[in-house]
C-alpha cells in the first residue's frame, strides 16, 4: 500500500510537453544536416560550392532582388511565373481530374475505355514529353501549362476513381430510397464520399505540378523559377540558385500543410468516420 | 387473408416473387397492409425479407409479381415512402440536421419549409442540442433516431423499417421500440416492420407475417390482437407470451427441419 505514494513523491525529472520534444526532435536532424552539410563543402569541395551559410547570407540579396546583373531573371518576377503557372495546372487538372475520375468510377463504361490509359499516363514520366511538346506547341507558355495540368489531373483522376470505387452501396441505396437523380449521387454522395481520396491525390498532385513546372522551365527554357535556377547554377551563383530551391521546397510544405489544416477544419469528420 | 377494419388499402403485395441470378428467394407472396396498420415480417436469415422490403420500396424490382401503393404500381421509390436502414445510412459527412434535412432537401423543399421541419424533427426523437454533431459523435441509437428522424422528415405515408434497432444493444433498443410506438401513436402511417426478433415483431405490429420455405413464402399471417396505444405492460400481458410462443413455434419448426435436411445431406 505505502509503496504507491512512495512511488509518485519520488522526485521527477524534467520533462517538456510531449508537443515541444516532437518539434525539437524535427529541428535537431535539421540542425545535424544543416552542420553536416556545412562541414562537408568546406572539407571537400570548392569555394563556390553552395553550404548553409552562404545560402543564408544570400537570402536578403535574392529576396531584395539586389546586385543583379542585366540580363540576370529576377527572382520574384521569375516566381511569379512558376507560381501562376502551378496555380493554373492544379485548377484545370483538379476540376478535370474530379470529373473524369468520378465518371470513371460510376460509369462502368467510361471505366473500360479510359481507365488503363490514365493508369499508363501515370506511371509514365510526362516529362520525357517535353521535347516532342514543344515541336507541337513551340517553346513558350503551353508546354508548361500542359504538363502541369497533366501532372495535376493523373493522380488526383486515379484517386477520385478510387474513391468512388469504393463507395459503400448503402449510401447510394440511401441516396434512391430519397429519389436522388444521377447528378445527386455523383456530386451529394461519391463525391463527398471520396473526398479523403481526393485529399491524398492533391498532395501528389501539388509534388508533380511543381517538379514538373520547373523542369519544363528548363527544358523549354521559359521565364520562371526553372530558368532562374539554371541561370545561377551556370553562372557560379550556387547559393543564389539554392534559394530559389528552398522556396519551392518551402511552397510545396506550406501548401499540404495548408490542406491538412483545411481538411481539419472543413472535414472534422473525415479521420473518424468508418 | 383477414380483412382489415381500418380504411382502404395502402400496400397491396400480389404474387410477388424474386430471383437473384437463378436463385428464387421467395415466391407468392401475397399481402395487403392498410392505413395505420404495422405489419411485422419474421422468418429465418435468408428467407428474403429484406429483399421483400426493397421491392416494396422500388429499390430492387421483382422478378414475378407486382406492388401498388394506394393503386400506384412500384416501378421506382414512391414519393410518400420512407425506409429506416439496419445500418442508420447516415452521411458521416453531414451533421444531424443535415442527415435529417437530405430527404427534404431532394424533394425540393424550401428553404422555411426546412428551417421549420428539420428541428421539429430532431426534438421529435429527442436530439434536440445535437444538431451539429457528426455520425461518429453519436452512439448508435442516437444514430439511429437520426435516421429515423431523416425518414419522418419527409412525412410518410408509409414507413418501410428494415431491422432498424438490430445493431443495437439491448437496452436501447427497448427505449426506442418504445418510443417509435409513441411516435406512431401521435402521427399513424402504414408501416412494414422487418426484424428477426420474435418480441419485436409481436411488439410492434397488429399482424406477423411468418415468412418460411425455401423459396420462402407466407406461411402463416397471426393477428397479434394486443391493444394501442403499446406501453410495456404489454409485454408481460399473457396474450403477448401466447402470440409470441405462437411465432416461435412456427419458425422453430422450420429451423428443425432445415436441421434435419442439413443432416441428410451429411
Not at chain 2, 36 to 58: N, Y
Not at chain 2, 129 to 138: C, D, I, N, R
Not at chain 2, 178 to 199: D, Q, Y
Not at chain 2, 213 to 220: I, L
Amino acid at each position: 500500500m505505502s509503496a504507491i505514494p512512495q512511488e509518485a513523491a519520488l522526485p521527477r525529472t524534467f520533462t517538456l510537453p510531449a508537443g515541444v520534444q516532437r518539434a525539437a526532435m524535427r529541428v535537431a536532424t535539421g540542425v545535424a544536416l544543416l552542420v553536416l552539410w556545412e562541414v562537408l563543402v568546406r572539407w571537400l569541395a570548392p569555394a563556390f560550392v553552395a553550404r548553409p551559410t552562404t545560402v543564408a547570407r544570400a537570402i536578403p540579396d535574392v529576396l531584395a532582388q539586389r546586385n543583379v546583373p542585366p540580363g540576370t531573371p529576377t527572382f520574384w518576377g521569375s516566381a511569379e511565373e512558376t507560381v501562376l503557372a502551378a496555380l493554373e495546372g492544379m485548377v484545370i487538372g483538379v476540376a478535370a481530374g474530379v470529373l473524369v475520375g468520378l465518371t470513371m468510377g460510376r460509369l462502368r463504361t467510361a471505366d473500360r475505355l479510359l481507365r488503363f490509359y490514365v493508369s499508363a499516363f501515370f506511371a509514365m514520366p510526362i516529362i520525357a514529353m517535353v521535347p516532342v511538346m514543344e515541336l507541337w506547341f513551340g517553346y513558350d507558355w503551353r508546354v508548361r501549362l500542359t504538363i502541369v495540368s497533366l501532372g495535376a489531373f493523373l493522380p488526383v483522376c486515379l484517386n477520385v476513381y478510387d474513391g468512388t470505387r469504393k463507395l459503400p452501396a448503402h449510401y447510394v441505396e440511401v441516396a434512391e430510397s430519397y429519389h436522388a437523380r444521377w447528378w445527386n449521387v455523383w456530386f451529394g454522395i461519391a463525391l463527398p464520399a471520396s473526398l479523403p481520396y481526393l485529399l491524398a491525390g492533391f498532395r501528389l498532385a501539388v509534388g508533380r505540378v511543381l517538379v514538373g513546372a520547373v523542369i519544363a522551365e528548363y527544358i523549354a527554357n521559359l521565364k520562371g523559377l526553372g530558368s532562374f535556377i539554371l541561370f545561377d547554377a551556370r553562372t557560379f551563383h550556387q547559393p543564389e540558385m539554392m534559394v530559389a530551391v528552398l522556396f519551392l521546397a518551402l511552397l510545396g510544405v506550406a501548401v499540404n500543410a495548408a490542406a491538412d489544416l483545411a481538411t481539419r477544419r472543413l472535414l472534422p469528420w473525415y479521420r473518424r468516420a468508418e | 387473408m383477414s380483412t382489415r377494419s381500418d380504411g382502404g388499402a395502402r400496400i397491396a403485395i400480389d404474387g410477388v416473387a424474386k430471383e437473384f441470378g437463378g436463385l428464387r428467394v421467395f415466391e407468392n407472396i401475397d399481402l395487403e397492409i392498410g392505413e395505420r396498420e404495422i405489419v411485422s415480417i419474421v422468418g429465418p436469415s435468408g428467407c428474403g425479407k429484406t429483399t421483400l422490403l426493397r421491392c416494396i420500396d422500388g429499390l430492387v424490382r421483382p422478378t414475378r409479381g407486382e406492388i401498388r401503393i394506394d393503386g400506384n404500381k412500384v416501378t421506382e421509390p414512391p414519393r410518400g415512402v420512407a425506409v429506416v436502414f439496419q445500418q442508420f445510412g447516415l452521411f458521416p459527412w453531414k451533421t444531424v440536421y443535415e442527415n435529417v434535412a437530405y430527404g427534404l432537401r431532394l424533394a425540393g423543399a424550401s428553404k422555411e419549409q426546412i428551417r421549420e421541419s428539420v428541428p421539429r424533427h430532431i426534438e421529435l426523437v429527442g436530439l434536440s442540442g445535437f444538431e451539429k454533431a457528426y455520425p461518429y459523435q453519436l452512439s448508435g441509437g442516437m444514430q439511429q433516431r437520426t435516421g429515423l428522424a431523416r425518414a419522418l422528415a419527409t412525412e410518410p405515408h408509409v414507413l418501410l423499417m428494415d431491422e432498424p434497432f438490430a445493431s443495437i444493444d439491448a437496452q436501447t433498443r427497448e427505449i426506442l421500440q418504445f418510443e417509435l410506438l409513441r411516435i406512431w401513436e401521435s402521427r399513424p402511417t402504414s408501416m412494414v416492420f422487418v426484424t428477426h426478433s420474435i418480441e419485436e415483431a409481436v411488439l410492434m405490429g397488429d399482424r406477423v407475417v411468418v415468412l418460411r420455405g425455401r423459396p420462402s413464402s407466407v406461411y402463416e399471417v397471426i393477428e397479434t390482437g394486443l391493444p394501442r396505444p403499446r406501453t410495456r405492460e404489454v409485454l408481460s400481458s399473457p396474450r403477448f407470451n401466447e402470440v409470441r410462443e405462437h411465432v416461435w413455434s412456427r419458425l422453430m419448426h422450420e429451423a428443425e427441419q432445415a436441421e434435419r435436411e442439413l443432416q441428410e445431406v451429411r
